[in-house]
T-cell receptor
């Protein structure tokens, strides 16, 4: 499974866009990029996934670079409830390999 | 549309005991995966069940075993509990997609709320 590198923590002002980067330089073949988040003591919540093209859903947007070696998760208008640990995972989804993730703190 | 459910919510056991955790997948899903999350760490993959068989397994000892029933629900069993087994146990369900080792379709997993196991 390809490994990912994420910043340990980030802060974001409420109402502003939160941009969470992820490096996955060893991504291969048709591996997908998945994003999950976990609010304290709850199960991880699926956010979005993509292969090559940028993706958008009701929660977030996913921007994948052309060489697929990095990606950015964008929360367009962060709220206090978006404070969580965000995990970037590369693979096929049937066996998720979680790293340490990024702690996103949204502040008022 | 019911999501993934797990029971019990919390559980306290003593060393050496055995425990069984239960999971009901999201409606329409046929595959169940189990993860262990120690405090302060990301979830670690234990194993995955599809068609009542273990489809793949992570780096966990044989003390961890599972079962999937015809209605797709699943159980995780842990024997001879150790203090280090204290963790949040997460169940995730999905609809079978890509083969394990080949590229292809994405297989999105949806998680339940977890069972907090404390071993004393």
């Amino acid at each position: 499974d390809a490994k990912t590198t994420q910043p340990t923590s980030m802060d974001c002002a409420e109402g502003r866009a939160a941009n969470l980067p992820c490096n996955h330089s060893t991504i291969s073949g048709n591996e997908y990029v998945y994003w999950y988040r976990q609010i304290h003591s709850q199960g991880p919540q699926y956010i979005i996934h993509g292969l090559k093209n940028n993706e958008t859903n009701e929660m977030a947007s996913l921007i994948i670079t052309e060489d697929r070696k990095s990606s950015t998760l964008i929360l367009p208008h962060a709220t206090l409830r978006d404070t969580a640990v965000y995990y970037c995972i590369v693979g096929y989804g049937n066996k998720l390999v979680f790293g340490a993730g990024t702690i996103l703190r949204v502040k008022s | 549309d019911a999501g993934v459910t797990q029971s019990p919510t919390h559980l306290i056991k003593t060393r050496g005991q055995q425990v069984t955790l239960r999971c009901s997948p999201k409606s329409g899903h046929d595959t169940v995966s189990w993860y262990q999350q120690a405090l302060g760490q990301g979830p670690q993959f234990i194993f995955q069940y599809y068609e009542e068989e273990e489809r793949q397994r992570g780096n966990f000892p044989d003390r961890f075993s599972g079962h999937q029933f015809p209605n797709y629900s699943s159980e995780l069993n842990v024997n001879a509990l150790l203090l280090g087994d204290s963790a949040l146990y997460l169940c995730a369900s999905s609809l079978l997609g890509a083969p394990i080792y080949a590229g292809g379709l994405a297989d999105t997993q949806y998680f339940g709320p977890g069972t907090r196991l404390t071993v004393l």
